[in-house]
Structure formats: structure tokens, C-alpha cells
């Protein structure tokens, strides 16, 4: 296989390999980079993937993507905020697909897929980074005074059906 990013699951997992490496977010798939959330595209991700086998015999996969202060838009004042990226999964291969179901039904935890030639890695990496995105990435305190002073004068828009209550 030329491409380093390309490796089959099957015998990296036996061989006990392990892989690491980084990207740049703007190195990735179109579905990564062009996510609203991310205020500098020039990220860079580390990465480390290691094979095995679990108590099972099953052979897998541990993915660990990683990321500090990575500046994402804050949704309230659009503004940077650092998010650090720290996420580890265990995927499980499995031969066929009643195998997978069968274990998946018995672990909702579990994540497991189905045994591939080839894998390609970056893709790997791209689903993590996005299962680990906030909802919506914000500061706890934007330092906004003028959204905090409009939000005080405002009266409160129950108070007309407290005064029809009490009548």
C-alpha cells in the first residue's frame, strides 16, 4: 500500500501495530474542514491508533484524536473559544454482520465495524473529531454588557398574566 494512511484493520490489529500521526483540519475531508464551528482551519490533530485483541479474542481497534485549545466559534458572540480535543475509542472488528449485530445488541457501548481490506485512517480520524463536537461551542461568560443590559430592561413577559390571574 503507497498510501501511509492506508492499512488493513485485520492484520494491523493481529500484528499488535500501532500508528501515529497528525493532520491539519484543512488536510481533511470537505465534511470536516467546512464545519461552522472551526475558527482556524490550520488546526492540527494528533492522532495515535493502536491494534489488539480484547479478553474475547476479539481483534480491534484504539483510536485516540487529540487537539489543544483548538479555536472554535463561540455561537453567542462569534468570537474563538479553545476547545481541547481528547477523545479515545475502542472499535471492534468483526467478520460479518450478524457477528457485529449480535455483539451490539448484547454492549450498547460497544463500537465495533465491519473487517475491511483496506481502512483509511484520516476517515477514522475525521468521524471522531466530528462525534466530538460540542453542540454548540460557547464561553461561559462572553463579556457581552450590552446583551446583559438589553436583557435587563426587558420586563418579564409573564408579569400581564400574573396581574389577568389575580383579577
Known amino acids: ?5 492506508l ?10 501495530q500501532n500508528l501515529q500521526g497528525s493532520f491539519r483540519l484543512e488536510e481533511l475531508d470537505e465534511r470536516v474542514w467546512s464545519h461552522e464551528y472551526f ?11 493502536q ?20 479555536p472554535l466559534l463561540c455561537q453567542r458572540c462569534i468570537h474563538p473559544v479553545p ?20 455483539a451490539m445488541l448484547a454492549d450498547e457501548e460497544l463500537e465495533g465495524m465491519l473487517l475491511e481490506k483496506e481502512l483509511d485512517v484520516r476517515t477514522l480520524v475525521e468521524d471522531q473529531i466530528l462525534m466530538a463536537l460540542p453542540f454548540s461551542p ?12 438589553v436583557n435587563q430592561d426587558k ?13
Do not use: Y
Open 138 to 149: 460557547r464561553h461561559e461568560d462572553c463579556g457581552n454588557a450590552d446583551l446583559k443590559q
Open 7 to 16: 492499512i488493513d484493520p485485520e492484520v494491523f490489529a493481529a500484528e499488535k
Open 51 to 70: 491494534g489488539g485483541r480484547d479478553r474475547w479474542q476479539r481483534l480491534f481497534l484504539d483510536l485516540t484524536v487529540k487537539a489543544d485549545d483548538m
Open 39 to 49: 475558527a482556524d482551519k490550520h488546526s492540527e490533530i494528533a492522532f495515535t491508533l
Open 1 to 5: 500500500m503507497s498510501d501511509p494512511n
Open 83 to 102: 476547545f481541547d480535543l481528547d477523545e479515545q475509542s475502542r472499535i471492534v472488528l468483526f467478520a460479518d454482520e450478524a457477528a457485529l449485530d449480535e
Open 155 to 167: 420586563p418579564n413577559p409573564f408579569a400581564v398574566l400574573a396581574g389577568l390571574k389575580s383579577s
